[in-house]
Each structure stands twice: as structure tokens, then as C-alpha cells.
């Protein structure tokens, strides 16, 4: 039976009109769901009036994994000792909860549970039924299936106290020899909003987000308190509270009420509100006690200036004056009044936010550039749990290079600068920019420094638990960092099996280089690879290190890592003794992975050798300042004289390394010899034989030796790639490793420039 529009069960039982539509929507597979159905469903369970004690998440998510079933009296939903498949919630009507009666006939009754009621929770432990429950009139209930519930309540338990009725609480209660539950929704933790606020002052809302007011919210509280006190007198005035006397105060809801009688601009309270709160959070005026932001209540807010409580009426001049500007001031008021009351929602706890609330953060979330790749349920649920971070003056370091990534960013107001160790300042990011995810998703330090290059700077944070929770494996695929403008490394995120502590591999996203400038990716590793745990089954740095010959040769690489040791620190980015330590010892750690994925090759290039004995006389010196680099030194010489053992005993010394299971790639070496085809515009070609660090114009001269070819100018001809997609690369003389760097299916041509537009 479904119970439609019109319905007069619908309207007795107080549940929004259900109609066709709408259960259409519930029969669907959550996964079919589409954004439209979610809202559609959202907006009916928002308004049932039985649902008011569940959490505005709690019912988002409802919208996305409940079913909808409307049943008679008396069908049987399970019987004690049946193993449950589903958990429900009731949208109207009653079921009967009862276990087998004592003599063994029938059924003894325990409760009957209403509307807004929620049961059947010991799917959650697996566990057999504790009573038998039957519907009890006509019922319309939501069901939720055991996997589902199970995700349900791992991300809302603590919004889920108070609402599920525990089968099992209640059958004990009857028979204290029954099996005691292991669920106790009481014993949940709280979220404690004192916590939450102690944390970050900007946090609460009833505090202002700069020290000082700007200039124009400074002039909009003169005018407004000049005409008050022009016109209404009696609104400020002392006022006496819980046997306590507050000077010069005005109430909440009457400044609401004289706002709104002061222009049609102001057409409803709570745009009036927002209007105040403008003024709250510029310090221009502040709840006596600062306990509260701007409330249309019984509660006291002030002007600042006026704590002393000596008013001085304003002249007449300065009356009129106020006069003819209260309207400009109103206007500008009620341009900045919605962003205001935004953000203190945004600087409200999550667990505070109501249903209005949530609908406003969503509706601006829909304009947020960062987030418009995510679906509307991953919307809904980041509203709930985004946090709106303000940050007064600039050159502040808002987090450094190497530190533990605890949040990811979004930039509301404002622009921040990314500073990386040794190269300084790679670029800007603006409003609406987004950053610090790599680190989350990667589960590793910082990669840059973040200052903040603006007075007032806004952000949206979310942290990582919530990060984890929500975004992890649907955030953005591909990330590209910029330096000087310009993109240097490209990242996707791929899943990789990862060892779990009980031994069973589990998928996890990660970001993996996809291409970049060779100096950026080595840096990459550096920051994301070396003195951090690696997971088993990242190959990332493996891959690397038997690969680098094809597009880094040794030189670079050698130039690159002494570039990185030597690098001094920035003052003004924060960066002290400390991150120089670490950048050092990281490469010194570089090194010894390199040496033992290169085994016995290592040396094989004469640059090796000139390299580290540069980089021992430097560590030499920094010794005496960094008396931590002792061990390191021996680690280079352990290296350099080329241990008998030196991997055992490294290896205890690098506690991160626990990649030692893996099968490493044989590593690709500068004198490996390839065999690769080269052909002429006509598709003849010719096979040759040459080490991968052959450089192009050796290739052109011995490929146009063996087709015949031969140029009117010595560099008229050219190497060339033509790849399956039509696209040509145009290789410089001085390019190595040409044949490994072909695309799939990329043919190799040599020709004179004039014909390589008809390849
Ligand atoms: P994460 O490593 O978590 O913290 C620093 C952030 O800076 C990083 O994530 C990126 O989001 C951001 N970033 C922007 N440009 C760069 C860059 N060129 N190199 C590294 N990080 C960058």
C-alpha cells in the first residue's frame, strides 16, 4: 500500500503530503540517485515532524541510503533470534515490540514505538534479534539496509544519541538475564562546543574577526548609534540582568525591530540580523558579555565606546548629518549583512547548524569553483562540517613546509603565497584557490610553506578526519602545481593496495606523478618519500629510481640534491635551523635509497664519485653547526667506501623504510643498449642499436647515414615523434633517452624540416 498525496492518513499523521514522485525517488538504488532526487527528498524528510530530534546530516544521509515502505496493520518486520538485514525509522504510525511470553505461548508486549522512533540497530554487531516487531496501525517507514547502516552510523554516531531505540536495552529492562547489549547510546561522547571554541577563537561567532573595525563599518555604527540616539533614546540605556547592572545596552530584538522600521531596504528580521552581525564582527558592537553573537532575542549588545556608560547626546548638527546618511549606511549594511550571517553559521560548531543553516552554507558552497566537480550529496554533507578560519593580519605562516597536514584549505577573501624550501616564492593562490590536500591524501608532510599575503584573509577548512571521511576518494583526480605560472608536476590520484596492520591489503588513493619539470618530481619524493612511512605497495620512489636515467641524467640529478643541501633557509617564511636539518638529512637519505636501488651500478658513472665527495666535504662542515649529522656523515662514508655490509646496517638506521618486501624494478642504467626504429617520410625505415643516453643528434647523424638521407644544411634534418593521435614532438639535439620516452604506438621519423608538416 502506498500512501499518496491527499491522503487524510498523510495529513493526521502530520507527514508531508508524500506523493508518487517522491517514493519513486526512495525505490530507487542510492547509487541510481541523482542530485535532483536527493533535493527532492531532502526537502520532505526535512519538514516531517517526527524526524525534528534527528541531526540535519543525520537526515541528509538518510536521503541517500534509506528505502521507503509503507506497510498495514500487523505485518511482521522480525521475529526474536532472526538475524536482521535492515534498520528503520519511523515516518508515521507505531510498531509493537514483544518477545516470546515466559510460558513459551505467544508474545508478551514491551513497548510500542511512535513516530520519530528508530529501531533494529543490532545489525550493526551482527547479532540475532532481541524482540519481534509488528506494525501496530498503518505504518510509513524508512529502511535502511545493514551495509549501508553500518556507513551510516560509523560517520553520525554522535548524531544518532537519543534517536535509535535499543531492542535490546528494553528487553533486558524486562529480563535482566538477557545478553546486555554492547550498544549504549549514552556513553557516546559529547561534542563540547566550549572545546570546539577554545580551539581557534574565530570560532565563535560572538567574537569579532579582525581587532578593529574598517572604516566603513566604523562610520555605519556612528551613524546608526547617532540616529538611535537622536530618535529612540530610550533604546540604550542601563539595564539590570540576573543582579547584574550593564551599561549603556541596547536589546537584540528591538534593534532588530528599529532596523527594519528604518528603510524598505529592510524587508525581514533575519536580513536585519545579519545587518548587526556586520557590526559584531568588525568589533563596532559586541554582546555585553561577548557570550553571544547577533541574536533577534532578549539579549544585551552594546556599542563600542559606550562600556563606560556616559552618553553624550550628539549635537543637532551632527543629528542631521547622521540623518541624511543613515540611508547610504543602510544600503551598505544590507550588501554585507548575508555574508556576514554566513560566515557565523560557518563559525558556528557543526552540531549547532540547523536545517536553515545547512541550506545556506549548501547554496553557497554551489558557487565555490574547488567544489563544483563534487556531487550534491558530498555538498551537503561538507556543510555541515566546514569551518570558516579568519586571519587578521598578513605575513603570517599559516602552516610550514615538512609539518603534519591537518587541514585542507579553500580561500574565501583574499591571497595566500606557497614558499618552498630553497627556491622561495613559487606563486600566488587567490580567491577561490584551493590547497593542502596533498599531504592528506598522501597521508604526508607539508610539500610548501603558506603565508598569508592579505590583511584579513577567510578561509573554508576542512580537517582532515572530516577530509578522510568525505573527500578522500572523491576528491579531484588530477592535481597540477604551478611554479612561476608555469605547471611542473602533475599528479593523479590512483589506488594502491596498502598492508593493513593485520596483514590484509586494503585500497587506498593516493597522488602519483604523472609528469613533471625532473627537478620538481625529485623534490616531490623528496618531501612525500624519504624520512616519512611508506606504505607497501607505493612504488612511486621505486619507480623513480630505476627510471630517472630516461629524462634526469645523473649530472642533473647530483646538481639538483646539492642545490636542496645547500639551500639556506628563509627567514620570513618561517623556515629556521630546523627545516634546514631536515631538508639536509633528507637528501642525505635520498642518496642511500639510490645507492641500494642502483646495487653494484652505482658507481659506474665517474660524476657519482665527484658528487659525494662534495657533499661529505659539506656535511663536513655543517657538522659543527648541526651536530645531528654525525650518523649521516657515516652513512656517506659507509657509501663511499663501499661497505661490505653498509645495507644491514643502514637499514636499521632508517626507520621508514619498510619497503623491503617488494620486488624492486631492475633499474635502467645510462649504458643499457636499446633497439629502436627509425623511419622516413615514406615509411621506410632503418632498425638501430644505442645506449639509452645516446643524444638526439647522434641519432640523426647515424640514422641519416644508414636511410641515405642527406641535408642542403647540416642541421636541416630532424627527429621527430609522430604519435597515434597525430600530434608531433620535435626533439632538440641535446634530448636523451628518445626511444623510451615514445608514446604507445609513437613512431620515431627523421626528415628535413620542410617536410615534417606532411608526416
Ligand atoms: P600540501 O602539501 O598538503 O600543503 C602545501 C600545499 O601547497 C600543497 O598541499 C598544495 O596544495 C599547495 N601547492 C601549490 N603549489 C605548489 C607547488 N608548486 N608545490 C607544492 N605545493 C604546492
Not at 555541515?384 to 615538512?402: D, M, N, R, W
Amino acid at each position: 500500500m502506498k500512501l499518496l498525496s491527499g491522503s487524510p492518513l498523510a495529513d493526521k499523521l502530520q507527514i508531508p503530503v508524500v506523493s508518487l514522485e517522491w517514493t519513486e525517488c526512495l525505490d530507487k538504488r542510492p547509487t541510481d540517485r541523482t542530485s535532483d532526487d536527493l533535493d527532492a527528498i531532502f526537502s520532505k524528510l526535512k519538514d516531517v515532524k517526527a524526524f525534528e530530534k534527528f541531526h540535519p546530516l543525520l537526515i541528509q544521509q538518510l536521503c541517500y541510503y534509506s528505502y521507503f515502505e509503507s506497510l498495514e496493520k500487523g505485518v511482521t518486520l522480525f521475529r526474536t533470534g532472526d538475524l536482521g538485514a535492515n534498520w528503520f525509522a519511523i515516518l508515521s504510525g507505531s510498531v509493537d515490540v514483544c518477545v516470546p511470553a515466559e510460558n513459551g505461548k505467544g508474545h508478551t508486549l514491551i513497548c510500542t514505538l511512535e513516530a520519530g522512533a528508530a529501531f533494529g540497530e543490532s545489525i550493526l554487531y551482527d547479532a540475532p534479534r532481541n524482540a519481534t516487531v509488528i506494525t501496530s496501525s498503518a505504518v510509513m517507514l524508512l529502511r535502511v539496509e545493514q551495509k549501508d547502516f553500518k556507513i551510516l552510523w560509523e560517520r553520525n554516531k554522535q548524531y544518532m544519541h537519543g534517536v535509535i531505540t535499543s531492542l535490546s536495552k528494553l528487553t533486558n529492562t524486562l529480563d535482566p538475564k538477557r545478553r546486555a547489549s554492547e550498544f549504549d547510546p549514552s556513553l557516546l561522547p559529547q561534542v563540547a562546543s566550549s572545546k570546539f571554541m577554545k580551539d581557534d577563537p574565530t570560532r565563535n561567532p560572538a567574537l569579532p574577526i579582525i581587532p578593529a573595525p574598517s572604516v566603513r563599518i566604523q562610520h555605519a555604527a556612528y551613524v546608526l548609534r547617532t540616529c538611535i540616539l537622536s530618535k529612540a533614546q530610550q533604546m540604550i540605556r542601563d539595564r539590570k540582568y540576573h543582579l547584574k547592572m550593564h551599561r549603556s545596552c541596547l536589546v537584540g530584538s528591538e534593534m532588530v525591530d528599529w532596523l527594519i522600521h528604518q528603510s524598505p531596504l529592510v524587508h525581514s528580521r533575519s536580513q536585519a540580523v545579519g545587518m548587526w552581525q556586520a557590526l559584531l564582527e568588525e568589533a563596532a558592537i559586541t554582546h555585553v558579555s561577548q557570550e553571544h553573537y547577533f541574536k533577534d532575542k532578549y539579549l544585551f549588545y552594546r556599542f563600542t565606546g559606550d562600556e563606560s556608560g556616559t552618553l553624550t547626546r550628539p549635537s543637532t548638527a551632527e543629528e542631521s548629518e547622521c540623518e541624511e546618511q543613515l540611508n547610504d549606511v543602510i544600503l551598505t549594511l544590507s550588501q554585507v549583512g548575508p555574508d556576514a550571517m554566513l560566515r557565523m553559521i560557518l563559525r558556528k560548531p557543526p552540531h549547532e547548524r540547523t536545517i536553515d543553516d545547512l541550506e545556506i552554507i549548501y547554496d553557497e558552497l554551489l558557487h565555490i569553483k574547488a567544489l563544483s566537480h563534487l556531487s550534491s550529496l558530498v555538498k551537503r554533507e561538507l556543510a555541515s562540517v566546514l569551518i570558516f578560519e579568519a586571519h587578521p593580519f598578513k605575513g603570517e605562516v599559516l602552516f610550514s613546509q615538512g609539518d603534519e597536514g591537518k587541514s585542507w584549505y579553500i580561500i574565501l577573501k583574499a591571497s595566500v603565497q606557497c614558499i618552498i624550501y630553497g627556491k622561495g616564492i613559487v606563486g600566488t593562490l587567490h580567491e577561490g584557490d584551493d590547497f593542502g590536500k596533498l599531504s592528506l591524501v598522501n597521508n604526508s608532510p607539508r610539500t610548501a610553506t603558506i603565508i598569508l599575503n592579505e590583511d584579513n584573509t577567510h578561509f573554508l577548512r576542512v580537517d582532515k578526519d572530516d577530509f578522510n571521511r568525505i573527500l578522500r576518494d572523491v576528491e579531484a583526480n588530477t592535481i597540477r602545481l604551478k611554479e612561476f605560472g608555469k605547471d611542473v608536476l602533475i599528479l593523479d590520484k590512483v589506488p594502491i593496495n596498502v598492508k593493513t596492520a593485520d596483514g590484509t591489503y586494503q585500497v587506498c588513493y593516493k597522488y602519483s606523478i604523472m609528469s613533471g619539470a625532473a627537478e620538481k618530481i625529485l623534490e616531490y619524493l623528496l618531501e612525500t618519500y624519504i624520512c616519512v612511512n611508506c606504505e607497501e605497495g607505493d612504488t612511486n620512489l621505486d619507480d623513480f629510481l630505476s627510471t630517472y636515467v630516461i629524462f634526469m641524467p645523473t649530472n642533473q640529478m647530483c646538481a639538483t640534491l646539492l642545490a636542496i643541501y645547500k639551500a639556506k633557509p628563509q627567514q620570513r617564511a618561517g623556515e629556521n635551523m630546523d627545516l634546514t636539518l631536515r631538508e639536509k638529512v633528507k637528501v642525505i637519505r635520498f642518496i642511500l635509497e639510490w645507492h641500494d636501488a642502483s646495487k653494484e651500478t652505482f658507481f659506474e658513472d665517474p660524476k657519482i664519485n665527484v658528487f659525494l665527495t662534495e657533499l661529505h666535504h659539506l656535511i663536513r662542515i655543517d657538522v659543527k653547526i648541526y651536530p645531528q649529522l654525525k650518523e649521516e656523515i657515516k652513512l656517506i662514508e659507509s657509501i663511499m667506501e663501499n661497505d661490505s655490509d653498509p645495507k644491514e646496517t643502514r637499514k636499521s638506521k632508517l626507520p621508514w623504510k619498510q619497503r623491503n618486501s617488494i620486488d624492486k624494478p631492475k633499474m635502467i642504467r645510462p649504458s643499457d643498449e636499446v633497439i629502436f626504429k627509425v623511419y622516413c617520410a615514406d615509411h621506410t625505415y632503418t632498425t638501430m642499436k644505442m645506449r639509452i643516453d645516446t643524444p638526439a643528434s647522434k641519432i640523426i647523424r647515424l640514422a641519416a647515414d644508414k636511410l641515405g638521407l642527406r641535408a642542403d644544411q647540416p642541421d636541416d634534418l630532424k627527429l621527430c615523434e609522430v604519435r597515434s593521435t597525430g600530434e608531433r614532438i620535435l626533439y632538440k639535439e641535446s634530448d636523451l633517452s628518445i626511444s623510451y620516452g615514445l608514446s604507445l604506438n609513437g613512431r620515431l621519423f627523421l626528415a628535413p624540416a620542410d617536410h615534417l608538416d606532411a608526416l
